[in-house]
């Protein structure tokens, strides 16, 4: 006989790596979610920028289920028309010649540094091997990643960890200026950091990072997995930037919610994955691609992405008149639908505490560090989810001010 699983099933069966929320959702539509008591919330989360257009969007159950009846996995020995489709769409919308598909960020990511790695030995030798990456920086979980990545403590107790990483400081062009050398093969950057706090570029950092990549011949990486995807209002952020990277990586909202993951290059740096260099199982996946394919397809339109300004205005609008009556935050910043509202002086590193309270409203929202309040909703999310949600986050900030 089956039992409805508990919170406490997590604690008893799970490894304790996580520590989730004590409410189980059960299904999602668009941007409400309905728990195991039938308790409805509005998401503002968005699986963390995970979920693109919302919970179970009909063009993406479409695709999936429409796959699903086709043919699910092959392996590499063949490739697939779902795969072929994903790569050709990413190619033509972007700067790319040539797509490496995966199955998530990190794995992106993991095979974004080796490839610069790789290129750089077979270019210049393999003396050109040091990655420069700054601090809170995420780029993922595997080993190299979390080294790449500018937290240490996700590192900690995992040692002896690669080699040849070094961290400057986001927005501070001389200590990259300090770091690189010749013997530099990349820099990695989010061209706006997410996890360390929702920090956008400032204006001439990532022009300065292209000027110092072409002095010395190393690659620009930007990892756009949580910036991608329309988060930020263009199909990838570089986009509306201005600076073209050498190597981009793209996961999170790329599936909707489906694992998957893709590192986008030139023709010219491709060449160094060479047949039988790098691999992955699950890489480009048919259902994974049908559901990616439909996904940016139906993301990069100019409906959909005039759709992400205005509510990224009206997220502005209601955090300011939160903020107006409650005085928790010191500044609200982000792009597109990637909003961090770094909290007050008098509310320091208390964000994390407005999520407990925001549930229990019936709202589900995120942060980034301990200081900053995150919310990385549907791209498409409804205005009147937006103002509804809005308003049970004014009801969990009015309880934090009131100590409740
Ligand atoms: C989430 C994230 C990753 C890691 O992606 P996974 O799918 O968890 O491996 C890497 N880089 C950035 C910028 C991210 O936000």
Redesign the pocket.
Known sequence: MSQTPTRADFDRYMVPNYAPQQVIPVRGEGSRLWDQEGREYIDFAGG?AVNGLGHCHPVLVEALTDQANRLWHLSNVYTNEPALKLARSLVERTFADKVFLCS????A?EAAFKLARRWAHDNFGSHKHRIVSFSQA????TLFTVSVGGQPKYAQGFGPVPGGIVHGTYNDLDSVRELIDDDTCAVVV?PMQ??GGVLPAAPGFLEGLRELCDAHDALLVF?E??TGVGRSGSLFAYQQLGVTPDILTS??ALGGGFPV?AMLTTDRIAQAFSFGTHGSTYGGNPLASAVALAAVEYIDTPEVLEGIARRHALFREHLGEINARHGVFREVRGMGLLIGAEMSEAWRDRAKDILPLAIEEGLMALIAGPNVLRMAPSLVIPEADIAEGMARLERAVARLVAGQ
């Not at 998530?104 to 794995?107: A, R, W």
């Open positions: 963390i998530s960020g990190g794995e990511n995420f780029h993922g979980r989010e997410g996890e990892d997995v949580q996961a999170k993951g």
